[in-house]
């Protein structure tokens, strides 16, 4: 096993845990393959079990010859470590740091894993491409589900089925792919069933610095509209960015080839820019020395808040296209991989009634993010504390499960989930023992044979004692299209993600759980009144009887 | 009312407030000798009472009229267009007017009649009695006595008749000690700890300019530090910055030289004075109203400013009240300059922390009649009750409002009351309707004879106090006697529902506050039900035992099951609908009239777009 050769030191005893709010624990400290764990000796429970993978990045320090090694995790928890013996310390350290960085996806704990529970229903299945197109097809008879990208020989980052126009050939597709970037021709994203209106996406056209126009991609994107009616076009980026594009051969929709499209830029910034809000953040969080102007002077630095806002108002718009103008919508930035996406399926949780339910969510990140190829394991490698500048590290998951969050504040009642559900798939997003966040496609899962290799987190989420945990005691299903606001007033820090191992949140908790007691409470006693009902009723037709035989 | 010259002018446009794109509604504007109504198209009413207005303006004229901003104290702000400049100069002028009273009896409280005989309007005064407070702190006591050194106002105009003093300290001693404190504010008890027995007290700056002295101030104090039997030593806290502490000596005033009292320990917890509060909130109100505003634009005017800086000091200064007796059991003085604006947010505050009493409906009303009514703020000049010196007007209650209202995001569970209940009462230290907050000490209060002449706000709260009960409040918590709050700076967030609680587009859509609060109410519904229903059944079981025969006959006969029976003639009935209609509904407590007009808005099919506006321009195709 080729782990054994980067643990030098797999146990060290008399080692002190020091973790935010907890009183400081003496433990063995023992180092698997995949985990870091501490247990205290008193009662053999183990203190600390922590993914290698979820470690983000590691300091260390001595004192003598105790030395000290504070790990900093990819969900923003910092724990310190004091580790007696300066071999043992150097040893742990280079360790870990081997161990959370392996270059190898085969080498991840989700192939590893055994389950511990019986698997009912096998997430890996829960979703298929056809299943969702049911829901659609029985409203349209316009589209289709076309298998042209089986091989991904079309698209690399496509899953092998998608939804077409139904007048458009697999040939015609083949040739649109090579005027959108990366192959991603437009398709279908989000179906609204109340008039009919679409939202694609796709990648940007390869239009260039000669505008070089495609027919089969109008042809697509027009077969979309109904007679005499426009659409909207909706560019992530600024004009300005997407005119620079050309110079690269990329480019935009030029109004004289897309008469009936009006096209709208918005700019959601990307990569580099997301990384560096998010570790000016999470740094502005971990500070508590802060006096309150340099808090706030912190927090509007970070810009997320600002990230938060363009994003949200972006999805605003598309699902005001779509609800109120009753046009349909293309939505695409460069790649079509991430703000693109963002959008799409903050557009359907505002319009989409099934967006909010557990089930109807999880469907959405597996369709409009996993199998719409998302690159999670470029995006989430490193999280807030990467010293390295890297290229491809974006929170851009995190700010979509933020703009949720968010809407969740205003509408509390409207989602069938909780904020912890949110904070779950944040975790496992950049650290899992399941399959489901591994890859950057449907193809290098494929590749990969995550199916048969590994878990679906579907599969351990939808157990019922996993989903009593993320269900929201408030939801009442809402049919409306729901409208959030997005004014600075109204979009807070989500403390549940930034401040979570900063601050007690004993007080909060409780409060929480006296609330779904006095729900519980409601529902018992409604039973019990209705039992009581139906007794009496029952006492009182007995009595008619008796007096009426 | 002489000042009315136009009372109705039709066609006028209400501007919605945040939208970029000038969405209004039409409607006609009304004036009335109290209020200003607006009923638009739809009939929704907007009442807006004249004392309520902090300021209006007149813009200049455009193409669809003249344009009247009118910003209000509990700040709801309203934008109207009046089509014709004439109506626009003529209300202008009467509300400039009406807003602005010259007088006490003028305002609202000596006309408001809210059908009640003169015994239930003494009662109402009498339901808070501050003698009954002291006795259940525990004072008087062997170190504590009532004094009468002020029955007559003479010692000290602005404090109450009764004070609770050391039993030490002599009438010369008090005496001395006022001649030596800034408007003769001398040291007193502001609340006693039992268990400790320590207390707070509270006073003015005293008048030792660069070197003065005072043997009767300097016994006083040794007084109460004696009248802690565990711990000798005192702090003496003094809520100014350092700096304007100091400035105040070349004037003849500022604070206590350690060496000259015997077992004092001086501190500085540096909270600004009422100007500096006033032009903070000022700005902030600034930034809110800013159209189109951007999260960087929000924040930075957050950080400039400096509310939030303004009030985390207020509570660290609380908290460093609370900690004094608690862990160090220590007795504490408390004074600013005049000892009235920031001694009384910190000496409650601090008691608040201490006494979960006071964080009850009926104790949170004794704590606001003891520490600011009582003692001498000056709600009258703060709140701009009459045309004054605006100089004098600052937010220094509202501050201290807001300082319970983190405490109450901090412990959900420690409050009785709700955050509507903080509201409420601040839409009433403005709306000069009840008697309580008019004039600015008792003995102005007593010359005004409020008692006879108004009526006293709390029995109207208490009797509404459904609507501001907390439904997570858990009074039997042992945990919850101290609060300890955490003061690291994220812990102070905006209050949105204060400052913008009439611009309900930026509120959450959908209230999980009122949904519990309908909740429990239903639970007790509920259980009454199941007892009725228990009894009911009990009755009817006897009456069949009582005919068993004749039943076990008839059951003969009907062999089918009767629940198969009671399905066909039992529906299951949907219990209390109120429920599903307030799910779907936003809107803050819903018998609060304040917020009813919103409702409807709301409750229609789909909720209006919002601050969308920013996002969107220009749409059509």
């Not at chain 1, 090694?69 to 013996?85: M, N, T, W, Y």
């Not at chain 1, 994003?311 to 079509?336: F, K, N, P, W």
């Not at chain 1, 890297?390 to 995190?398: D, G, H, I, T």
Request: glycine content about 4%.
């Amino acid at each position: 096993m080729e782990f054994a050769e980067l643990i030098k030191t797999p146990r060290v005893d008399n080692v002190v845990l020091h973790r935010p709010f907890y009183p400081a624990v003496e433990g063995t400290l023992c180092l698997t393959g995949h985990h870091l764990i501490l247990s205290s000796r008193q009662d053999n429970t183990e203190e600390l079990w922590l993914l290698h993978s979820n470690i983000d990045a590691i300091d260390k320090r001595f004192v003598g010859s105790l030395g000290t090694i504070i790990i900093k995790c990819k969900d923003f928890r910092i724990i310190q470590l004091d580790i007696p013996g300066m071999e043992e310390c150097l040893n742990i350290a280079s360790s870990i740091e081997a161990l959370s960085t392996l270059d190898s996806i085969t080498l991840m704990y989700p192939f590893f894993y055994r389950p511990m529970f019986e698997v009912i229903e096998d997430g890996w299945h829960s979703f298929l491409p056809e299943q969702e197109f049911e829901l659609y097809s029985s409203a349209s008879g316009e589209w289709r589900l076309s298998y042209v990208n089986k091989e991904f020989a079309v698209c690399p980052s496509y899953p092998p089925t998608v939804i077409v126009p139904k007048s458009i050939d697999d040939e015609a597709l083949r040739k649109v792919a090579t005027f959108r970037h990366g192959g991603r021709f437009p398709v279908l994203s989000y179906y609204h069933q109340k008039n009919g209106m679409v939202i694609m996406r796709s990648g940007q056209p390869l239009t260039g610095t000669n505008g070089r126009r495609c027919k089969e991609d109008e042809k697509l994107i027009n077969a979309t509209l109904r007679v005499g009616k426009r659409g909207y076009i909706i560019d992530t980026r600024s004009l300005n960015v997407a005119q620079q594009a050309r110079a690269k051969g990329g480019g935009f929709e030029q109004e004289a080839h897309y008469p009936q499209w009006r096209r709208i830029h918005k700019s959601i910034e990307r990569y580099h820019i997301l990384q560096e809000s998010l570790i000016k953040l999470v740094e502005a969080c971990n500070d508590q020395t802060h006096n309150m102007d340099r808090w706030l002077s912190k927090l509007e630095a970070s810009n997320w808040l600002t990230h938060i806002k363009e994003i949200l108002t972006t999805a605003c718009l598309a699902a005001q296209c779509i609800d109120r103008e009753g046009a349909s919508v293309l939505i695409h930035g460069t790649e079509g991989t991430d703000s693109t996406l963002q959008v799409t399926s903050l557009a359907q949780i505002i319009l989409e009634p099934r967006s909010r339910t557990i089930r109807g969510f999880e469907a959405l990140i597996e369709r409009e993010w996993l199998q719409a190829g998302h690159p999670f394991q470029q995006r989430c490698a490193q999280s807030a504390y990467c010293n390295t500048k890297q290229k491809w590290e974006a929170p851009v998951f995190l700010l979509f499960l933020d703009c949720v969050w968010q809407i969740l504040r205003q509408f509390p009642c409207s989602f069938e989930f909780n904020e912890n559900f949110l904070i779950m798939l944040f975790e496992h997003a950049y650290a899992s023992q399941f399959g489901t966040f591994l890859g950057n496609s449907e193809s290098e899962r494929c590749k990969l044979k995550l199916q048969q290799k590994t878990m679906s987190l579907w599969s351990w989420v939808n157990q019922p004692s996993e989903l009593s945990k993320y269900t929201n005691p408030l939801f009442e299903a809402n049919n409306l299209v729901i409208w959030p606001s997005v004014a600075p007033q109204s979009l807070p820090l989500w403390e549940g993600i930034f401040l979570r191992w900063n601050r007690s949140s004993k007080y909060l908790d409780e409060a929480y759980e006296e609330m779904v007691n006095i729900i519980e409470y409601n529902k018992e006693l409604q039973a019990k009144v209705n039992i009581l009902r139906r007794q009496l009723a029952e006492l009182e037709t007995e009595d008619g009887m008796q007096e009426s035989p | 009312m002489e000042h009315i010259r136009t009372t109705k002018v039709e066609q006028v446009k209400l501007l919605d407030r945040f939208s970029t794109s000038n969405k209004s509604l039409t409607g006609t504007l009304y004036l009335t000798a109290t209020h200003l109504l607006f009923i638009d198209s739809h009939q929704k009413e907007t009442w807006i009472l004249h004392h309520h207005i902090a300021s209006v303006e007149k813009l200049a004229l455009t193409t669809s009229g003249c344009p009247l901003v009118i910003q209000c104290k509990n700040f709801r702000i309203v934008h109207f267009i009046v089509p014709r400049e004439r109506d626009c100069h003529d209300i202008y002028n009467s509300l400039l007017q009406l807003s602005k009273q010259a007088k006490y009896e003028d305002l609202y409280a000596f006309s408001y009649n809210p059908k009640q005989n003169d015994s239930e309007r003494l009662q109402g005064w009498q339901l808070i009695d501050l003698a009954e407070e002291y006795k259940r702190m525990g004072v008087p006591n062997s170190h504590w006595e009532l004094s009468d050194a002020n029955r007559e106002y003479k010692i000290c105009e602005t404090y109450p008749r009764e004070l609770y003093v050391p039993w030490t300290a002599s009438k010369p001693i008090i005496v001395g000690s006022s001649k030596f404190r800034s408007k003769g504010r001398f040291p007193v008890l502001s609340y006693y700890h039992q268990d400790k027995k320590a207390a707070i007290c509270r006073c003015s700056q005293p008048l030792s300019g660069f070197s003065a002295r005072c043997v009767e101030d300097e016994h006083l104090l040794q007084a109460i530090s004696k009248a802690n039997p565990v711990n000798r030593y005192m702090y003496v806290v003094d809520t100014r910055p350092k700096l304007n502490a100091m400035a105040n000596r070349a004037a003849g005033k500022g604070y206590e030289n350690e060496d000259n009292y015997s077992s004092i320990r001086f501190q500085f917890v540096g909270i600004e004075n009422i100007h500096v509060m006033r032009s903070s909130l000022q700005k902030l109100l600034e930034v809110n109203g800013t159209k189109g505003l951007s999260v960087n634009d929000f924040y930075s005017g957050l950080e400039s400013s400096g509310w939030l800086r303004h009030i985390k000091a207020v509570m660290d200064a609380a908290i460093f009240l609370a900690k004094a007796i608690m862990v160090e059991n220590a007795s504490v003085l408390v004074h600013c300059s005049d000892g009235w604006d920031r001694t009384s947010q910190v000496c409650s505050l601090g008691s608040l922390l201490l006494d979960s009493y006071y964080r009850t409906i009926k104790g949170f009303m004794v704590l606001i009649d003891k520490d600011w009514i009582s003692f001498g703020h000056k709600f009258s000049e703060r709140c701009g009750h009459l045309d004054g010196d605006p100089k004098e007007v600052s937010p220094v209650f509202t501050q201290f409002l807001e300082c319970v209202w983190h405490l109450t995001e901090q412990f959900p569970q420690a409050f009785e009351f709700n955050e509507a209940f903080l509201l409420q009462i601040h839409e009433h230290i403005h709306s000069c309707q009840f008697g309580n907050f008019l004039g600015n000490c008792q003995k102005e209060r007593e010359e005004l004879k409020l008692k006879e002449k108004t009526y006293s706000l709390w029995p109207f709260l208490l009797e509404d106090q459904k609507k501001y009960l907390n439904p997570l409040y858990s009074s039997k918590s042992h945990r919850f006697i101290v609060l300890e709050p955490n003061t690291v700076s994220f812990n102070f967030k905006f209050w949105r529902n204060m400052y913008h609680q009439f611009d309900r587009t930026l509120h959450p859509r959908q209230s999980v506050f009122n949904i519990i609060m309908n909740m429990n109410e239903q639970n007790k519904q509920l259980e009454k039900d199941i007892k009725d229903l228990e009894s009911k059944i009990k009755q009817r079981k006897n009456k069949q035992t009582d005919d068993i025969l004749t039943k076990e006959l008839l059951h003969s006969f009907h062999p089918e099951s009767p629940t198969l029976k009671t399905s066909l003639c039992f529906k299951e009935q949907t219990l209390l609908p109120v429920n599903d209609s307030l799910r779907t509904i936003e809107g803050s407590s819903p018998a609060d009239n304040r917020y009813s007009d919103y409702a409807e808005e709301f409750s229609k099919s789909e909720p209006a777009v919002v601050s969308l506006e920013y996002g969107v321009a220009r749409m059509t195709c």
